[in-house]
C-alpha cells in the first residue's frame, strides 16, 4: 500500500494561514498543524487591529502584513501567490481562528498526494456533527439551501462549498485565474468554480467542526450579503456557460501568479 507520508517527503505542503484579528485563537491552531506533514506555515496578516501579526512571529510563522485591510478574499490571494513563490506543491488554507481541526491535514491532502484530484475540501456537512459542533442552525440551513442551489446550477454534486479548510495543487493554482476574483467572501465559491469550469478534480472528506465564543462569526447581515454575492457569480457561470458573455475570472491564468502581494 502506499504511503502518502513518503509521498509527501517529496512534496512541499504550505499552510496559510488568512488572518484578521486572530490573535485569540490562533496559538491554538497552530500548535495543531502537524508539523511532519507540513513544511511552511505562511499567516497573512489583513491590517489587524490586535496582535495577531507579532503572535505569529513568535510561534515562528512566515509572516505578510497588508497595509490595509484588503478582505477575505484579497488576503487568499496573497496567501497563493506567497505559498507559490515559496515553491509549495501543496497549499492548505485554514481559518486561524481555531473552527477547523488542523489535525485533519493528514486527511485533507491525502488524495491530491496520491494523484486522485486537484482539490480537496473539508466537508462540515459529510462529517455529520455540524449542529453538535455548535454551527448556528440558521448557519445550517443556510448552508443547506446555498448548497443545493449550487449543485443544480454547476451540475455536480458537493455537500458544501463554503469550508474554510481546504487544499490545493499547485497545478489548481495555477490554472485558475484566481486573483480576478472577488476581494470578499464568495472568493471561496469563485475559486471553485473556476475549477469545475476547467475540469479539475475537486473531491471533499467529512471533518468536524467547532465553535469557540473566540471564534470568528458572521452575522446574519453579512451572511445575507454573502448569499446574494453566491446568487450573482452562479448567474455569472450561467451565462459564460451558455457563451452570452465571457467573464474574465472564467479564463486560464494568463501568467505564473508567484509575485506577492502586499
Avoid at 489587524?48 to 510561534?59: V, Y
Wanted: aromatic share 10%.
Amino acid at each position: 500500500m502506499t504511503d502518502p507520508l513518503a509521498i509527501k517527503r517529496h512534496c512541499k505542503v504550505a499552510v496559510v494561514l488568512p488572518a484578521f484579528n486572530a490573535a485569540k485563537t490562533l496559538k491554538q491552531t497552530v500548535q495543531e498543524i502537524p508539523r511532519e506533514w507540513v513544511d511552511c506555515i505562511i499567516l497573512v496578516d489583513d491590517a489587524s487591529q490586535d496582535q495577531t501579526a507579532t503572535l505569529a512571529r513568535q510561534l515562528g510563522l512566515y509572516v505578510v502584513e497588508h497595509a490595509r485591510n484588503r478582505g477575505y478574499g484579497g488576503n487568499q490571494k496573497t496567501c497563493y501567490q506567497e505559498a507559490l513563490a515559496q515553491g509549495a506543491e501543496i497549499v492548505v488554507m485554514v481559518h486561524p481562528d481555531y473552527q477547523y481541526d488542523p489535525r485533519q491535514i493528514p486527511q485533507l491532502i491525502t488524495p491530491i498526494l496520491l494523484g486522485e484530484c486537484d482539490a480537496v475540501l473539508g466537508s462540515r456537512m459529510l462529517g455529520g456533527k455540524f449542529l453538535q459542533g455548535g454551527m448556528p442552525v440558521w448557519k445550517f440551513y443556510g448552508n443547506v439551501l446555498l448548497t443545493a442551489l449550487a449543485n443544480l446550477v454547476l451540475k455536480v454534486f458537493f455537500s458544501e462549498y463554503h469550508s474554510g479548510f481546504r487544499a490545493y495543487s499547485r497545478r489548481y493554482l495555477e490554472t485558475v485565474n484566481f486573483l480576478a476574483n472577488s476581494e470578499d467572501f464568495v472568493f471561496d465559491m469563485e475559486i471553485l468554480i473556476q475549477g469545475i469550469i476547467h475540469e479539475l478534480r475537486i473531491c471533499e472528506i467529512p471533518i468536524s467542526t467547532r465553535y469557540p465564543p473566540e471564534a470568528s462569526q458572521i452575522g446574519v447581515l453579512k451572511s445575507l450579503k454573502y448569499a446574494g454575492s453566491i446568487l450573482v457569480v452562479l448567474t455569472r457561470f450561467w451565462i459564460h456557460r451558455r457563451g452570452w458573455h465571457r467573464f474574465k475570472s472564467f479564463a486560464p491564468m494568463s501568467s505564473n501568479p508567484v509575485d506577492p502581494l502586499t
